[in-house]
């Protein structure tokens, strides 16, 4: 996987996000509003460095804790989806699949990346999806977020976990939804 981060920038709105979770933590909110210091988050669509999101959400795996890393995919998530819901990628009741491809298309609306990485479906069925993460993205927060926008489809008892792993060698996280 290609790891660069040259020109590569993303809505403020998720750092925002960052910002607004840990906002009443008086010992890690000062350590990532520092952290995000010089970055125009006046408006949501501001586009702004992705190193210092991925910096960002990495300090917070390595410091705070991979819960708090999933956590923090969660409330991303859910910025995505309502975003989804907003460009009208999605309806606002939206099926799995629905959901999934709306997330790659939202991936490239939010994110500006001359390389187009993002998100890929790779495989589809009626009760799973295959997704492959070809951006820099924190891996574990992905598990939140993928977690947080399958809920929003009204799916029981649904499930995240690791088909392929960078970590294990692969050239690609790979993320298998399934429900029942």
Do not use: H
């Not at 750092?15 to 408006?43: F, H, Q, R, W």
């Not at 997330?103 to 009626?126: F, Y």
């Amino acid at each position: 996987m290609n790891n660069s981060t040259d020109n590569v920038t993303l809505a403020a709105a998720f750092v925002n996000d960052i910002l607004e979770l840990y906002k009443e933590n008086e010992t890690d909110y000062p350590k990532l509003k520092a952290m995000a210091a010089g970055l125009d988050l006046s408006s949501p669509t501001n586009m702004v460095s992705m190193k210092v999101y991925n910096d960002m959400c990495d300090w917070i795996e390595s410091q705070i804790g991979q819960a708090n890393t999933r956590k923090l995919g969660r409330k991303i998530g859910n910025t995505a989806f309502n975003a989804m819901v907003a460009f009208k990628l999605i309806p606002e009741k939206p099926s799995p699949e629905e959901a999934m491809s709306g997330l790659a298309k939202v991936a490239s609306t939010m994110i500006q990346d001359p390389l187009k990485r993002g998100w890929e479906i790779i495989e589809n069925s009626k009760k799973y999806i295959i997704m492959r993460r070809t951006q820099t993205f924190n891996s574990t927060l992905q598990f939140g977020l993928l977690d947080e926008i399958i809920r929003k489809t009204g799916v029981i008892s649904p499930k995240v976990e690791y088909v392929k792993s960078v970590a294990n060698g692969d050239e690609f996280d790979e993320y298998k939804i399934s429900w029942l």
